[in-house]
């Protein structure tokens, strides 16, 4: 058995697939407008279309929550150590199991984390990469509300611990303090599964360090940061890009840390940029 993926079809194509992976704590649809709006601006610029996918990451809409055999060993504080590389491993899987060799790998957040591990465990399938509010780094000692989280969800059977990623704080911005922005959030995150939310956090907390794998990385990359993004804002996103080579970095201001929800058209348009290289270099 394998970890499983329940994949979304944005749009069918001809070219490698754009693949786009979910934050937490929310799923795919996280990426509806903005699939839409990469579809629409790629066909104003006339570029031929292709696919882009949105498959639910492991735990999260309408993918299964991995039993312990496929989620692999666990230590004794609930994480998962192997979990990141088995989901990556899945990514790529479902890509091939579809007769690509390749695809423009797009991670948010968590998602990013998983774009970042395909690099590590399978640079050759990379042909594009985006990376969105996200970091290279492990969480070290920090990671551990992470476990506090999943221990909460698990022993409460409730989405309520992490509930919060829908309320905004006083620096948020415009887009996460609205009405819209609070309510679509709070349905999607009422709907996940808390089995899943908590998986999702023990595998993240025991993934590997992936500190060297920037340097490593020599597809077309695009480099997205929110502004008012508390974790992954300029200060910490601009030096990740400086150690890819050839990186494009987009700053947005007045965005946080869903930056594909909350300005999807700016992620859109770095997106096809982040496409067009990579068919030019075709």
Not at 109 to 115: H, N, Q
Not at 166 to 195: L, N, Y
Not at 269 to 278: N, P
Request: glycine fraction near 8%; include cysteine; charged fraction near 20%.
């Amino acid at each position: 058995m394998a970890i499983e993926l329940v994949n979304h079809v944005y749009r069918e194509g001809e070219g490698v697939p754009v693949v786009l992976m979910n934050a937490y704590p929310v799923d795919h649809r996280m990426w509806d407008v903005c699939a839409k709006a990469l579809a629409d601006f790629a066909d104003l610029d006339d570029v031929p279309p292709f696919p882009i996918w949105a498959p639910d990451m492991a735990g999260s809409g309408q993918s299964p929550v991995p039993s312990a055999e496929d989620s692999g060993p666990r230590l004794a504080n609930g994480a998962y150590t192997e979990a990141l590389d088995r989901l990556a491993d899945a990514y790529v899987d479902l890509v091939k199991s579809a007769g690509y060799t390749q695809a423009i790998w797009v991670g948010l957040s968590m998602g990013g984390y998983v774009a970042m591990d395909i690099q590590r465990r399978h640079p050759e399938t990379v042909a594009g990469l985006a990376l969105c509010d996200t970091m290279a780094a492990s969480d070290g000692v920090g990671g551990e509300p992470r476990l506090a989280m999943a221990d909460a969800a698990e022993q409460t059977n409730s989405v309520e611990p992490v509930m919060h990623f829908a309320k905004p704080s006083d620096g948020d911005s415009t887009v996460k303090k609205s009405p819209e922005f609070i309510a679509t959030m709070t349905q999607w995150i009422s709907e996940q599964d808390p089995a899943g939310l908590a998986w999702r956090q023990r595998m993240t907390y025991g993934r590997p360090d992936m500190g060297k794998v920037p340097e490593t990385i020599t597809a077309p990359t695009a480099v997205v940061s929110g502004e008012l993004d508390p974790t992954s804002n300029p200060g910490v996103m601009r030096p990740l890009a400086d150690r890819i080579t050839g990186a494009t970095f987009t700053a947005i201001p007045d965005c946080g840390h869903f930056s594909a929800v909350e300005h999807p058209d700016t992620v859109a348009r770095a997106l096809l940029a982040l496409v067009r290289r990579v068919q030019d270099q075709d």
